[in-house]
């Protein structure tokens, strides 16, 4: 019977895949996802496969399957929340939600777009840390998601844009103010999943963004705007810059204690910059990219099966056989990854970094390592996972260190993950089968990790508190009351009246403390009070602690320039001690004239290591001119002399678009706007084409490029990774996709982008003309019976 169960199955899915494909059914645009030549049938016979109910909380608790010594509360559920994709507390400890009402109520999407979203207001009131009380307080958004808080109020995202929303607080109680428009392009075109979110205030006392590369700061209203930004939006409160930074993630960004931001792409967990954001951006004509390092691997340890994934019936991506036949093998949709900075935990756990995985239904943990500029990683639980859970609606979609040192987890709560976007035939039928496409959009949840031993710490009221009072929590040994510390005195610092007090108490603190995060937090509040010294500097710049030391440097930029000789030699003496400091005296230079001898010593000492010439090129600032004419005659470091030589031209624009016919010219115009636009490829290669870790390969200098007959099938029918590319090996869980099925993308379109790559990036290969539509043309027609993407072995031959 069960044999005769699986062929019906499979006849079924064979049945909606052909009534899918692109041009033979009006429901065809439904389902995006979709590719001509997969074979979209059940790996598992949907009687193996466990239902999926909707579980109230009490019993949603009891499908949690945590590692010894952590225990999983619920914080908030339905009807006090629904589907919640993003929050922030505020300096009272109360959440700020974004509720993403209308996503996916179906497979089709439909009502999506209605503006019926919101940023709601939760709280605690009795202090049991469980949320009593609800108020939506702003109504008829459309698909909220970025919630952040700021000096008067909070920022809140829609599907495009970012709004200020005052928050007016007394006796009376709370109600909203100003409601205005700041960026009416902050995350304007993409899909839904392709959109900017996230608004994370950094150490540095920027806002930082996932999926963009831009950043935003609020400053007085006379203060000056920073070189490379723009004011951008002004209330009574502040005024709002906007400024470049380097492009990051997908969804959800974190940081660490030194402020360092960590990100991720859906196939990969979280990816780590071993330097600060701008650290190599300190020259106006100097654009170096700063990669992420992949902290761990993709592997995935699911406690249920996970059929439900888009390309699931493809292989590689459920395990064949044995225990844990039909579980999930590498993430797919990884999301909001947090850097772990609570005190909660024991201590070994402080500082990992957790990713939710909400296609697998759990949360997988990597200890972050710190090596020779790079950052490495490897589980916490070799071969298992921190948190799973065997509801297949458990969506966990961004985490949060909390004012009570827990960890706590949004809950989306949704029977659909994937976006109608890229949904598979396949997929929907899986959603279907089980219901998944019912009830969804009522429901949604935060839940606490604690561990079990420690009870969750009492939230104090910060926003009650006097400057001088803040300082203490400066030291404070949870991350969320450090930051919102920090956060407050600097937003209020025009304000304050006794200034003067609060940066001595803060000085104070620093002789009593001997905690390496406290004392780099510390370093960062004075920083942004303008009030940084010699004095603290030199003290600092020597400490044992290499971060300790390079932040010193870093905030010691912010002296005055009567003590610049003085901070020169701090710098030249921490160039010669080690390669880590020396990397920072090279981009700190950049705040002081002449300092070329720190640069040219750093070059000689250490011009292997990794970043440091493009630290040395970015310390230079605008004195490279006068760098270069300094050097010996004998200098022969020829990879430094290129990047001198060559500022002011952007490395990323680099294109061989000039040496193409007027024809060709076209061609190359209008495949890059189909590669950043309508094709999506800038997607997973990213904008310039240098490819994301664990998601898709560099495309520069491509020799996959090359070949036009190689290039093409590739483009039509997709291709499966791993795959080597200019000599290294690029691990790719995800499979890249062909467009012989896609109807908005035809022959011409395809020779476009094919164009625009071949001439991009280093590659410099075809003719003047372009590659022509005939060559797609015929390489469709031979090769339409091809039901798989190709792989590297394909084209070995």
């Not at 952590?70 to 914080?75: A, I, P, T």
Request: proline share 4%.
């Amino acid at each position: 019977m069960r044999s005769v169960k699986y062929r019906l199955n499979t006849l079924v899915s064979a049945f909606i895949l052909l009534t899918c494909v692109p041009g033979q059914a009006e429901e065809s645009a439904a389902f995006k996802g979709d590719r001509e030549g997969h074979t979209m049938v059940d790996v598992i016979p949907k009687e193996d496969i466990p239902a999926a109910p909707i579980l109230p909380v009490a019993k949603a608790l009891q499908t949690f399957q945590a590692q010894s010594g952590f225990v999983v509360e619920s914080v908030v559920s339905e009807p006090d929340i629904f589907n919640p994709v993003a929050l922030s507390f505020d300096a009272k400890g109360r959440m700020w939600v974004a509720e993403m009402t209308t996503y996916m109520p179906d497979v089709f999407g439909e009502g999506e777009m209605q503006a019926q979203g919101n940023i709601t207001l939760l709280e605690d009131t009795d202090g049991d840390g469980q949320v009593d009380k609800r108020r939506v307080f702003v109504s008829g958004v459309l698909l909220p998601r970025t919630v952040s808080m700021v000096k008067g109020g909070i920022f809140y995202a829609d599907h495009t844009q970012l709004y200020f929303v005052e928050v007016l607080e007394d006796e009376q109680g709370i109600r909203l103010g100003l409601h205005e428009v700041v960026d009416a392009e902050y995350a304007a075109g993409g899909s839904l999943e392709h959109k900017t979110n996230t608004m994370l205030y950094g150490i540095d006392n920027w806002y930082y963004n996932a999926r963009s590369d831009k950043k935003y700061q609020t400053l007085p209203l006379t203060a000056a705007v920073p070189q490379g930004a723009e004011e951008i939006y002004r209330n009574q409160y502040w005024k709002l810059v906007k400024a470049e930074t380097d492009y990051r993630g997908q969804w959800g960004l974190s940081m660490d204690d030194l402020g360092r931001l960590y990100h991720n792409g859906n196939s990969s967990p979280i990816h780590g910059e071993f330097l600060r954001p701008g650290a190599l951006r300190r020259n106006p004509g100097f654009w170096p990219d700063a990669p992420a390092h992949a902290i761990g691997s993709n592997r995935v340890y699911p406690s249920r099966m996970n059929p439900g994934v888009n390309r699931g019936y493809m292989d590689g991506i459920l395990v064949k056989e044995g225990a844990d036949r039909g579980k999930l093998v590498n993430f797919t949709a990884a999301s909001g990854s947090i850097v772990y900075r609570g005190s909660n935990f024991p201590s070994e756990y402080y500082g990992i970094g957790i990713t939710p995985e909400p296609a697998g239904n759990l949360l997988s943990a990597r200890f972050i390592k710190e090596g020779d500029g790079e950052l490495t990683g490897e589980a916490v639980f070799p071969g298992q996972e921190l948190l799973t859970s065997t509801d297949e609606r458990f969506r966990p979609v961004n985490l949060y260190n909390a004012p009570d040192g827990t960890l706590y987890i949004v809950d989306m709560y949704h029977g659909i993950l994937q976006h109608r976007e890229f949904l598979t035939s396949y997929l929907a039928d899986q959603i279907k089968s089980r219901d998944l496409d019912k009830n969804n959009n009522t429901m949604g949840r935060v839940y606490r990790l604690r561990w079990q031993q420690h009870e969750a710490a009492k939230v104090p009221d910060m926003s009650a508190l006097s400057a001088s009072d803040l300082v203490a929590f400066l030291s404070h040994k949870n991350a969320w009351q450090r930051d919102t510390a920090r956060r407050l005195l600097i937003e209020n610092e025009a304000s304050l009246d006794n200034k003067t007090a609060v940066v001595s108490a803060i000085k104070k603190s620093l002789e009593a403390t001997e905690d390496s995060k406290s004392i780099i937090n510390l370093l960062w509040a004075l920083r942004g009070l303008h009030a940084v010294d010699l004095a603290t500097v030199s003290r600092f710049i020597n400490h044992d602690d290499n971060w300790v030391a390079i932040t010193a440097a870093t905030v010691g930029e912010a002296l005055p320039a009567s003590m610049q000789e003085q901070y020169r030699a701090l710098l030249m003496r921490m160039a010669q001690h080690s390669y880590p400091r020396a990397l920072q005296a090279a981009i700190s230079v950049a705040s002081i004239p002449g300092g070329h001898n720190i640069s040219l010593y750093v070059l000689d000492e250490y011009r292997e290591k990794p970043y440091i010439r493009d630290a040395v090129i970015s310390g230079l600032g605008s004195e490279a001119d006068s760098f270069k004419s300094s050097l010996p005659k004998n200098f022969s470091d020829h990879k430094t002399l290129y990047l001198l030589n060559n500022l002011g031209k952007r490395v990323q624009d680099e294109t061989n678009r000039a040496q193409l016919s007027s024809q060709g010219r076209k061609l190359f115009d209008q495949g890059k706007a189909l590669y950043n636009g309508r094709a999506a490829c800038a997607g997973c290669h990213g904008e310039y084409g240098n490819g994301n870790t664990g998601l898709a390969p560099t495309l520069w200098r491509s020799e996959w490029v090359e070949s036009e007959q190689r290039l093409a099938k590739v483009l039509l029918h997709g291709l499966s990774g791993p795959i080597a590319v200019a000599g290294r090996r690029w691990e790719t869980p995800t499979v890249m996709p062909g467009f012989a099925a896609r109807t908005d993308i035809n022959d011409s379109d395809l020779s476009a982008i094919a164009t625009y790559i071949r001439n991009s990036w280093g590659n410099q290969f075809g003719e003047a003309d372009g590659m022509t539509a005939d060559v797609f043309a015929e390489l469709r027609q031979k090769t339409q019976s091809r039901r798989i993407p190709y792989t590297e072995n394909d084209f070995s031959e």
